[in-house]
C-alpha cells in the first residue's frame, strides 16, 4: 500500500512525521520559564528599591479597590501605595 500525504485513515503512517506549527523558541518547560521570569521580576523590584507586602481583604474591599483604580486608570499597587502614603503625610 502506497502512503499518501493526504490519507489520515492510517494514522500509524504518519506517527513520525512532524508536526507543522510553532517551533520552541526556549528549551525551558513553561514551569521553569514562570519561575525565572519571577526570580528576574523580583531582581528588577529590588533594584529600583521596592519592596513586597502582602495583605489580604474581605472581597468586597478587594472590589472596591479595582474600581478605584479602573477610574483613577492606575494599577490596584499604585492606587494601595498612593493611599497608604497620604494616610502616612496626615
Known sequence: MAKEATDRTTIDLFANDKRRGRPRSNPLSRSQQLKVNK????????????????????????????????????????????????????
Open 39 to 90: 526570580r528576574n521580576q523580583i531582581q528588577r523590584d529590588k533594584a529600583n528599591g521596592l519592596k513586597r507586602i502582602e495583605l489580604k481583604v474581605s472581597q468586597d474591599l478587594y472590589d472596591a479597590l479595582n474600581e478605584q483604580a479602573l477610574a483613577s486608570n492606575i494599577s490596584r499597587s499604585q492606587l494601595i501605595e498612593f493611599i497608604l502614603q497620604q494616610q502616612i503625610e496626615c
